[in-house]
């Protein structure tokens, strides 16, 4: 039981470039989320997913898309990376209670944008 | 909209000692959920404790325990007998419906 886990754990990449970052959970849970912590401005909620197929926008999902094809993975796009998206993202997941229930989250992926 | 407020941005504590990290929330419902998360030097965060905002009764998790004053909204964390390990971030947190909202955060410091 691997938990929540996150792929990659650090990328650097040049404005304009495009990727993906890839959250996965074996935990059966409902409701996964992605967040941005950058100092200073604690966790901010991007985009969060409340059962397969389904995705909402949380605080901050300019310049971001998701999709959550399967239960057990939720993927955050960046179409043309920003410097101003460098940050540190994790995934969490919690069961259908949502965020009434406690979230597990990832270990985080640093990116770098240059 | 609900805002989370944490003061302290950073804090110490002598080993052994007990310490309180302050939390200060706002929203017009009644029913919502309070947490507190660790978050170490791994970065992964860990969830501390729990408050369901019906219960009067304050949680307690082992040495930690939170001071909840709904009419306040306040929401403290108090740390008893303070170990090397607890050194971390720690983010105060208010969940309804699909969302959670953090705090920015208090760093504490455990000196040896």
């Known amino acids: 039981n691997a938990g929540v886990t996150q792929t990659p754990k650090f990328r650097v990449l040049k404005t304009g470039q495009s990727m993906t970052l890839l959250c996965a959970q074996d935990?059966?849970?409902?409701?996964m989320y992605w967040y941005r912590q950058d100092p200073g401005m604690g966790l901010r909620l991007i985009h969060y997913?409340?059962?397969?197929?389904?995705?909402a926008k949380g605080e901050v999902p300019d310049g971001y898309n998701v999709s959550r094809l399967k239960k057990q993975n939720f993927l955050l796009g960046l179409e043309s990376a920003a410097p101003s998206q460098t940050s540190v993202y994790f995934c969490?997941?919690?069961?259908?209670?949502?965020?009434?229930?406690?979230?597990?989250f990832g270990p985080g992926t640093r990116l770098l944008v240059l | 909209a609900q805002t989370v407020t944490q003061s302290q941005p950073e804090m110490s504590v002598q080993e052994a000692e007990t310490v309180t990290l302050s939390c200060t929330y706002d929203t017009s419902e009644s029913d919502y959920y309070l947490f507190w998360y660790k978050q170490p030097p791994s970065r992964q965060m860990i969830l501390v404790i729990r408050q369901e905002a019906y219960k009067q009764q304050n949680a307690t998790e082992n040495r930690f325990s939170v001071n909840f004053q709904k009419a306040a909204k306040s929401f403290s964390l108090k740390i008893s007998d303070s170990q090397l390990g607890d050194a971390a971030m720690y983010f105060c947190a208010y969940s309804r419906g699909d969302k959670i909202i953090f705090g920015k955060g208090t760093r504490l410091h455990i000196l040896p």
């Open positions: 997913s409340v059962g397969e197929g389904t995705t």
């Open positions: 969490a997941s919690s069961t259908s209670g949502g965020p009434l229930e406690t979230q597990y």
């Open positions: 935990m059966n849970h409902e409701y």
